[in-house]
């Protein structure tokens, strides 16, 4: 008789996944309530089972919450909103989530609650924008969409933690070459340069954002139009070891296409920075700083420092 009982666990298992099934099931019919109360109490709860496990989100988008969940980013309840937009986040950590999501045309939604919503809210629009940008072609839907200028908005006037989730999504968004001028032209560079000052706390997240932007001769100008080489130097020399690397590559992209810029970031320090980072920095950062001495030497520039 032994051998025919299921151990314990197995079954506990069974179980909760039994129960997390009808749990969602009545969430989800919740959520199309009229009750004010009841859409905040399940919405409250949807976003805490997005968050504890990956079951939990796969079980949530099976029973098609994606779909009412972007719907209710529209509300004028702050705590529905918010509640929403966090599950949604959660969600997204899903590969599958994040084309799901997409497919409910959430992007706008999203950008609704951008302009609209609480700081919390806002903070997680970005996040979720940000989680789904990772994808290439929700790189091109959302660049295409309204999305980076309120995005840079939150780069501007955010808290601090919507400031790293909108320079994230606009990280992600920079990766695509048709992005690039967009963020340039939504004014994104002069407020990524004020956040390499050490005291914003987010030298790292604004410097490989200016890294992609500096491809471009746009990004270019206007890098050095609002005193980025000071900076990017400064971090080559200051910076945590990938915002060394991003930083060296900026300034490449800076110095291989313009002598004058050359001329300048000599006056501003960076052969002896870079001379260290040639030596003790990340492969690809020492790469960049190699490239950039040699590039000074190409063009005779060095005997000026």
Sequence with gaps: MVHGIVSSPVLEA??????????????????????LETLRTSTAEMRLLTKINANNR????????????????????????????????????????????????????????????SPEAKENSAATLGSLSVIDDNQVNIGRSRAIGHLVDLLRDGTPRGMRDAATALFNLSLLSE?????????????????????AGMVEKAVVVLANLASIDEGRIEIVCEGG?????????LGSARAKEYAAAALLWLCATT?????????????????????????????KARALLSCFSRNKLASQC
């Design 229 to 237: 080489i000071a900076l990017l130097v400064d971090t080559i020399e």
């Design 179 to 199: 992005n690039k001028a967009k963020i340039v032209e939504a004014g994104s560079i002069k407020h990524l340069v004020k956040l390499m000052d050490p005291a």
């Design 259 to 287: 002598s004058r810029f050359c001329i300048m970031a000599i006056q501003e320090g960076a052969i002896p920075p870079l001379v260290a980072l040639s030596h003790s920095g990340t492969a690809r950062a020492k790469e």
């Design 14 to 35: 069974r179980s909760d996944h039994t129960d997390i099934k009808a749990k969602v099931q009545k969430l989800v019919e919740d959520l199309t309530s009229d009750s």
């Design 58 to 117: 796969r079980v949530i988008a099976d029973y098609g919450a994606i779909k009412v969940l972007v719907n209710l980013l529209n509300s004028t309840d702050t705590k529905i909103q918010e509640n929403a937009v966090t599950a949604l986040v959660n969600l997204s950590i899903d590969y599958n989530c994040k084309t799901i999501i997409v497919q409910a045309n959430a992007i706008e939604p999203l950008i609704h609650v951008l302009q609209t919503g």
